[in-house]
């Protein structure tokens, strides 16, 4: 479906890809990973439109690939006047009129042979899509993600996880060659995701897929490509599996790495030794033992191993900590207090909600699509309604899902975090590095960034505004799974409250205390405990999600086996690692 044979391409200021290859094969599922700004959306672009790029190697789709296509940027267009079905079925409805129209044409034509003509040609154009069948095939993919109900709601009435649903059923429902999904899970809620993997899950075609989601990725891809610095590796079967086998990788080639640095090391110390003895001693076999040795040392050098693809930069996330109310005295600190809020537009989403946050409180703020999270955080934020009250103590920084609302598009990131209060280009350089960010691209216009990059750039700033209280709108949406892993770390180091809207079943359990869900058009609080019953019950399997945890955990002392250069421990953990994939 797709060959691509050594592929180099550059932007001006940054190198994407060297010599990259890949093949993808008909009715193959692949998710494609790698960190954000990596280059995989613009290596979509380049599949769909090659001839805009200059690029060197080649890049080759199978003959008349027909293409279906959804952006992680295509939003809900409110005035959209027509029914779900009517959207969904927009491509077999215009044929069906073309077929009408000429059906009437031939009526009173003279010139029937032409009309025959087009006549067979817009029937082709229908069956090629699947159109003898589609009103049953629309009804068949609403079922699968629980959206039947809708058929005949307008489009304009939709969540935004519905509306993104309903993309994905019309680009399939025409049957594609190729599949091409850019984030498709991006501000999806539970039962949302459940849906989009159904829909991967229960399509025949072949599929391209950019995501970051550690549920998706571990549910619906049989074959992974992995572009990292500018290297791509393409690995047939699981996720999971891939991942394994990327830590046996890591662990083989860092004990080769370290035997060579050892033997590096001991001939380091010989050649000092001959050096010294042969300025004390100008004999000719002195400088030859030296000579000899030196050259040991550049073969040494020269076939060293090679760091393993596996060293990804992880971002060091961390959140300000100068405000932070005194530990001692936070149980008893009230941070933010809620009192009778209610909240409509043409519809009441929140009505009489009640609720408080104390200062080192980390709480999930969670309920479906469209009802009313972000309203509510905006308001937190905004601090002018009269239900809200925030001790006068309580410093906010906000992230928005909306990247633009934080984030001055038309500045470059270095003009960024001046605005921010950052005095010099090194102290900025030297702040962003820890995010991932190169001193080149600090020039850069804040627009051209990747969604990720973005995100990134929104936690940098809150991590140096020194807030107390931090207002998360979906800040794991677009960031690629190394920093969904450092965000976790940084939030479970925070000592200040976090009152976080979030989708991500995993991110939740992992760092926060409670949950705030919206049910009903109220608020109320759960416990961890009641959130992971209901979770499994609603939407996951129980024993995966906690056979998942506990492969968690076997990584994360393999990692600290690698930092010690422990290998046999390292391989002994792996085998445990192993049976619990098994179990998945």
Do not use: W
């Not at 996880?161 to 019309?170: M, R």
């Not at 506990?550 to 192993?578: C, G, R, Y």
């Amino acid at each position: 479906m797709i060959k691509v044979e050594n592929l180099s391409y550059s932007f001006p200021q940054k190198d994407l890809y060297h010599n990259i290859s890949f093949t993808l094969e008909e009715g193959q599922h692949c998710a494609f990973i790698g960190a954000s700004g990596n280059g995989k959306s613009t290596l979509i672009d380049m599949i769909m439109d090659p001839e805009n790029y200059m690029f060197d190697g080649k890049l080759e789709l199978a003959p008349h690939c027909r293409i279906g296509y959804v952006s992680q940027f295509s939003g809900l267009d409110k005035t959209k006047d027509v029914t779900v079905f009517e959207y969904i079925a927009e491509e077999f409805i215009k044929l069906q009129n073309e077929i009408t129209c000429i059906c009437t044409e031939m009526e009173t034509s003279l010139d029937i042979e032409a009309l025959l003509e087009k006549y067979q040609e817009a029937l082709d154009a229908f069956d090629a899509i699947g159109g003898d069948d589609f009103e049953s095939n629309i009804t068949k993919k609403l079922n699968l993600v629980n959206l039947s109900k809708h058929e005949n709601l307008m489009v304009s009435k939709l969540s935004g996880g519905e509306f993104k649903l309903i993309q994905v059923i019309k680009e399939m429902l025409t049957g594609p060659d190729l599949m091409i999904m850019d984030e498709p899970d991006v501000f999806l809620d539970f039962e949302h995701l459940n849906g989009l993997k159904n829909l991967i899950n229960s399509h025949k075609g072949t599929m391209l897929v950019i995501t970051h989601n550690r549920y998706l990725l571990n549910h619906c891809f049989n074959k992974i490509i992995h572009l990292e610095n500018m290297e791509l590796q393409e690995f047939d079967g699981r996720y999971i599996d891939y991942n394994f086998s990327l830590l046996q990788r890591k662990i083989e080639l860092q004990e080769l790495a370290t035997a060579d640095t050892e033997e590096i090391e001991r001939n380091a110390i010989l050649i000092d030794k001959l050096r010294a003895a042969a300025s004390a001693n100008a004999e000719a076999a002195r400088g030859k033992a030296l000579n000899a040795r030196v050259k040991i040392q550049e073969r040494l050098e020269a076939r060293r191993i090679k760091a393993p693809f596996v060293e990804i930069k992880q971002p060091k996330m961390s959140f300000g900590t100068e405000n932070i109310i005194d530990i001692d005295k936070a149980d008893e600190t009230t941070a933010l207090k809620i009192t009778d809020y209610s909240v409509s537009f043409a519809d009441t989403l929140l009505e009489n909600v009640n609720f408080e946050i104390k200062s080192t409180d980390k709480v999930a703020l969670i309920g479906p699509n469209g009802c009313g999270k972000t309203t509510l955080l905006r308001e937190i934020f905004k601090n002018n309604h009269a239900a809200i009250e925030i001790n006068e103590a309580i410093q906010i920084a906000f992230l928005s899902q909306l990247q633009g609302e934080m984030l001055n598009e038309s500045h470059t990131i270095l003009e960024e975090f001046f605005e921010a209060g950052f005095e010099s280009p090194q102290e900025i350089k030297a702040h962003l590095s820890d995010y991932g960010f190169e001193e080149e691209i600090i020039n850069q216009k804040i627009g051209a960034l990747s969604g990720g990059e973005k995100n990134i750039l929104q936690l940098a700033k809150l991590s140096a505004s020194q807030a107390n209280l931090l207002l998360l709108d979906e800040p794991t949406s677009h960031l690629d799974t190394y920093s969904q892993l450092a965000l976790e770390k940084a939030i479970e180091n925070y000592n200040g409250a976090i009152l976080m809207i979030s989708h991500d079943f995993y991110s939740i359990v992992n760092c926060m205390d409670y949950v705030l869900i919206i049910e009903d058009k109220t608020i109320r609080k759960m416990s961890m405990r009641k959130f992971r019953k209901m979770i499994y019950a609603k939407h996951f399997d129980k024993d995966y999600l906690e056979i998942e945890q506990k492969k968690k955990a076997v990584e994360t002392k393999i990692e600290l086996a690698l930092k010690d250069t422990d290998f046999e421990l390292a391989k002994v953990l792996s085998k445990q690692l192993e049976e619990l994939i098994k179990l998945l």
